[in-house]
Structure formats: C-alpha cells, structure tokens
C-alpha cells in the first residue's frame, strides 16, 4: 500500500511543506511562463482570481489530500495487525480447547481408574472374608478329624462291646430270649457312626470348594494388583500432564489478557492521535483559509484601488485631450496668424528675422509638455503600480 507504515504529518512540517513547495512551484511556474510564446502566456488573473490564490488552494488541498490519505493507510494497517492477532488469539483458544477436551477425558478415565481401584477395594474386602472363611473352615476340619478320631475310638471302644453283646444275644437266642435294648443301642450307635461319617465327608468337599474359590480369588487379586499399580503410573503421569496444561492454559489466558490490554491502549492510543491530528489539520484548515479570504480581501481591494486610479487617469486623459485639442487650436490660429502677417510684410532683413521669431515660436510651443505631472511621474514609475 502506499504511504503505509510512514508517520503522519504535524503543524509546523505541514507549514514548511507547504511553504516549500509553494516556493518551488512559483519558481517552475515562471520557467514556465517565460518559455512560453507570448501568444499562449495566461493573463494576470484567471477569471477575475489572482493566480497565487489558486496554487495555494491547489497545494493546500494536495496537502490535504495526502495527510488524509496516510491517516487512511495508518488506521487500515493497525485494523489489519489487530484483526491478525485476534485470529492467532482465536487459533491458540481453540488449541488450549481441545488440550482442556483431551485432560477432561484423561479426567473421566482417571475416575474410571479411581471406580476400579474401589471395586478393587471391595474384592480385597471380600478376599478378607473368604481368608476369614479358609480359616474358620480349617478349624472346622481339624474339629471334623478330632471328631472322627472320636469316632474312630468309639468305634474301637465299642467294638469287644459289640462281640460281647452279641455272643450274650446269640447265647440269650439259643436259649430262646432276645434283649430288645441292645438291639436298640447298636442301632442308635450304627447311625451315629454314619451320621459323622457323612458330617465328614460334608466337610471335606466344603473345604475343598473353599481352597479352590480362595485360589482363584487369589489369582483375581494378584491381576487386580498389577491393574491398580499400571493405574496408579497412569494417573500419575495424567496428572502430570494435567498440572502442565493447567499451567500452560494460565500462562495463555494471563498473555491473552495482556495482549488484549495492549491492543485496546493501543487503539485507545491511535484513537487519540487521529483525534489530536485531525483537530491540527482543522486549524491548518482554517489558517489557511483566512489567509485565502485576506488575500482575496487584499485583492478586491487593490482592484476596486486600480479600477479607481484607472477612472481618473481616464478623467485626466479626457481632460488632457481636450486641452491638447485647444492648444492645437490656438497653435494653427497662431500659425494663420503668422501666416498672414508674413505676407502682409515686405520682403528683406526684417522678413528673415520675424520667420526665424516665428520658428523659434513654434519650436517653444512643440517643446511645451503636453501631460500633466502627476501623469509624467506614474510613467516614469512603471506599468507596474497599476
């Protein structure tokens, strides 16, 4: 762009300026005029107006013109630069967005870790209880073989019980009397017998089904272990890197706000200064056109003082006109009258002498002057003091 990026005029380098270039092309006008015929010069005056008038008005409006114009150019380049650095503000917003979307996700798996981590809190509980469990189960079946080392005893102490009730109820049939009781305890104890036989058994499978289940929980538990150790290296990098786009984000609105604040003194700034410049350039205005209004004051005046001298040298003129025109009158009267009297006279010394009166005569009247003083003295002074 032209005159973009260069500084704007003030009063006094507008005053030179303005001087300078009035000067120069004065001087390129009258090199001009002067190479001119003397069939194409201009007059005095174009159309009744002073030609200094109408090169001072061109120049100034020129002037003029450029000041506007590099005001035009500054604004347009500060509105550029400032649109510039609201898109680049704009880009590096929407940048910060989309890390603030990306650390807003790495929060929500980071909460997703933190629900597994307490999941993980309820299967250590529930592995707390199922140990609980394995240990109240081993001392059910350490009971359980106490119990049948119990009836293992039992079963010993009853056993020579047994053959001695027998023998006692074979020898009570063949003498053809049956005990009913014994029959009774024998059976009584037979199905204790079977009944912790059974308790036993019951046992076992559920201490089995108990170090089977403890087994895999154990396995669910070391997995879920190595889970919250990689979750916990993963949050804590997240919150590294959470931390550092915090930081980031609030070095970018604090330079963001700054900037802002920069552009708005700026503008504030520029603002001011176009005010101030336009306010120099009206008072400019104004000097110069009271200077063109003295100037056409001064020119109206001394046309209306030219016309008036104009008028009375026509007066003088007329005036001297007419008396020319009586000493003209007077002067061929006399030369009639001289005419006639050297007729009249007789020829010989005295007619030389009165012809060479009558000559001088008339040589004194042709020397007399014929324009009054004042105009002699307006001549003499030059065309130039009309």
């Known amino acids: 762009m032209l005159f973009d990026g260069a500084p704007l005029f003030d009063s006094l380098n507008a005053t030179r300026l303005f001087h300078l270039l009035q000067a120069h ?110 240990v109240d189960t081993n001392h059910l079946s350490q009971d359980a073989g106490s119990s049948a080392q119990l009836l293992s005893e039992v079963s010993a ?29 024998v059976a009584e104890l037979e199905n204790i017998a079977e009944a912790a036989v059974k308790d036993r058994d019951l046992y076992m499978r559920k201490v089995c089904d108990e170090e089977s289940k403890s087994q895999e929980l154990e396995g669910k538990i070391q997995a879920l272990k190595e889970q919250r150790e990689a979750l916990k290296k993963e949050i804590y990098i997240m919150g590294i890197q959470n931390r550092s786009g915090e930081a980031k984000l609030h070095n970018m609105r604090e330079q963001w706000q700054q900037k802002d604040q920069a552009f708005q003194q700026k ?4 603002d001011f200064e176009r005010r101030e410049k336009q306010l120099k350039v009206k008072e400019v205005l104004r000097f110069h056109k009271q200077k063109v209004e003295t100037i056409e004051k001064e020119h109206v005046e001394t046309e209306l003082s030219y016309k008036t001298e104009i008028d009375n040298l026509k007066k003088e003129l007329q005036e ?61 002074s030059g065309p130039g003091t009309f």
């Not at 929060?107 to 299967?123: D, I, S, T, W, Y």
């Not at 102490?157 to 009774?184: F, K, M, N, Y």
């Not at 503008?267 to 520029?270: I, T």
């Open 25 to 134: 092309a004065t001087e390129g006008a009258n090199m001009l005029l002067s190479r001119i015929p003397g069939e194409w010069q201009p007059g005095p005056s174009f159309y009744g107006l002073s030609w200094n008038v109408l090169v001072t008005v061109v120049l100034f409006s020129i002037i003029f013109l450029t000041i506007v114009w590099r005001t035009v150019c500054a604004v347009k380049s500060t509105i550029s630069k400032a649109k510039e650095n609201e898109v680049q503000i704009l880009e590096k917003l929407l940048a910060e967005q989309s890390r603030v979307q990306q650390l807003e996700e790495k929060v929500g798996m980071l909460e997703q870790a933190q629900v597994v981590l307490q999941r993980e809190k309820v299967h250590q509980e529930l592995l707390a209880r199922l140990r609980q469990r394995n």
């Open 157 to 185: 102490q009853l056993g020579p019980l047994l053959a001695a009730s027998i023998s006692s109820s074979e020898q009570h049939v063949t003498g053809g009397d049956i005990p009913v009781c014994a029959c009774h305890n």
């Open 267 to 270: 503008a504030a700034q520029l």
């Open 320 to 380: 001297m006109k007419a008396c020319v025109s009586t000493k003209d009158r007077k002067h061929l009267h006399k030369q009639q009258e001289l005419s006639t009297r050297v007729s009249r006279r007789p020829s010989g010394s005295n007619s030389g002498g009165s012809i060479l009166s009558l000559a001088g005569q008339q040589l004194t009247l042709q020397r007399k002057p014929l324009l009054p003083p004042a105009l002699k003295t307006r001549r003499a």
